[in-house]
T-cell receptor, first 109, second 113 residues
Framework: GQNIDQPTEMTATEGAIVQINCTYQ??????LFWYQQHAGEAPTFLSY????GLEEKGRFSSFLSRSKGYSYLLLKELQMKDSASYLC??????????FGKGTRLHILP | KAGVTQTPRYLIKTRGQQVTLSCSPI?????VSWYQQTPGQGLQFLFE???????NKGNFPGRFSGRQFSNSRSEMNVSTLELGDSALYLC????????????FGPGTRLTVL
């Protein structure tokens, strides 16, 4: 079956670093996505990992370990605008993408 | 380049009615995926169309159906609406053929009374 787990909520302080974890159990793994979704808006693409390792893109980095079924999204130098939900999603096969329920991140000043 | 557009943005229906939602992908994108988003269940995959063919399907009842036209525009239809169908329906387009990034439209907020 398919199972994607991530924490429901997290809180961090402006300027700090936060790591959002995601574990998954799926068949036919073909890549892992992270999306950001602000309240009332559509999700926007952050990163994609298909090979093990760390992908860095500005203040955001994403890590994948396929053998452990584990990924994390690392956000550095947090800003108030980073308050949002972060969605972990796994692609199975060609283009079927299964989403986790998302982690709501609260940034405190 | 214009983004993904969805119409209508808001819709109110009553139980038993049917509804059709429309999605226009980014020009050149051939893959369109549909998702249902609710506070309790998060984003759930409905189906994906590529070059007018349904390529993948999620675990939704047959009341949910869709199609894609030759210009890649897609529609989804929900028949015999239930209260539980109230949700935000999002479509996302991508180039397909294994390209990674999906671009989401603003969604259609469906309320079933």
């Amino acid at each position: 079956g398919q199972n994607i787990d991530q924490p429901t909520e997290m809180t961090a302080t402006e300027g700090a670093i936060v790591q959002i974890n995601c574990t998954y159990q799926t068949s036919g793994f073909n890549g892992l996505f992270w999306y950001q979704q602000h309240a009332g808006e559509a999700p926007t693409f952050l990163s994609y990992n298909v090979l093990d390792g760390l992908e860095e893109k500005g203040r955001f980095s994403s890590f994948l370990s396929r053998s452990k079924g584990y990924s994390y999204l690392l956000l550095k130098e947090l800003q108030m605008k980073d308050s949002a939900s972060y969605l972990c999603a796994v692609r199975e096969g060609d283009d079927k993408i299964i989403f986790g329920k998302g982690t709501r991140l609260h940034i405190l000043p | 380049k214009a983004g993904v557009t969805q119409t209508p943005r808001y819709l109110i229906k009553t139980r038993g009615q049917q509804v059709t939602l429309s999605c226009s992908p980014i020009s050149g994108h051939r893959s369109v995926s549909w998702y249902q988003q609710t506070p309790g269940q998060g984003l759930q995959f409905l189906f994906e169309y590529f070059s007018e063919t349904q390529r993948n399907k999620g675990n939704f009842p047959g009341r949910f159906s869709g199609r894609q036209f030759s210009n890649s525009r897609s529609e989804m239809n929900v028949s015999t609406l239930e209260l539980g169908d109230s949700a935000l329906y999002l479509c996302a387009s991508s180039l397909g053929d294994g390209y990674n990034e999906q671009f989401f439209g603003p969604g259609t907020r469906l309320t079933v009374l």
